[in-house]
């Protein structure tokens, strides 16, 4: 079973930045993350596909945040900038080895980490 270690979460001011780091046990299909705010279900965030790179993102991150994969660590990243405090969650990445279904969708994925936490002050 893939296993999936986040970090980099943390308390930031808003306007500032923030990385996270996702590592992978194995190389997957596709690499997202998600993240739940206190009250909210969980929502997608980004996301990424290995062999392709081919990319998506929440509409509310667009221009924010940016999703990257080292292939040689098995590992992705989420640049996030402009960090405002709606964006303060748990952020969970994912990872799936299905081709079907759609980046964005949680049911998508089948691996799931232990999530970490993001703060964003004003």
């Known amino acids: 079973q893939v296993q999936l270690v986040e970090s980099g979460g943390g308390l930031v001011q808003a306007g500032g930045s923030l990385r996270l780091s996702c590592a992978a046990s194995?190389?997957?299909?596709?690499m997202g993350w998600f993240r739940q705010a206190p009250g909210k279900e969980r929502e997608f965030v980004a996301a990424i596909k290995r062999a392709d790179g081919i990319t998506y993102y929440t509409d509310s991150v667009k221009g924010r945040f940016t999703i990257s994969r080292d292939g040689a660590k098995n590992t992705v990243y989420l640049q996030m900038n402009s960090l405002k405090p709606e964006d303060t969650a748990v952020y969970f990445c994912?990872?799936?080895?299905?081709?079907?279904?759609?980046?964005?969708?949680?049911?998508?994925?089948?691996?799931w980490g232990q999530g970490t936490q993001v703060t964003v002050s004003s």
């Open positions: 994912a990872a799936g080895n299905s081709v079907v279904g759609p980046s964005t969708a949680a049911h998508t994925y089948s691996y």
């Open positions: 194995e190389r997957t299909f596709r």
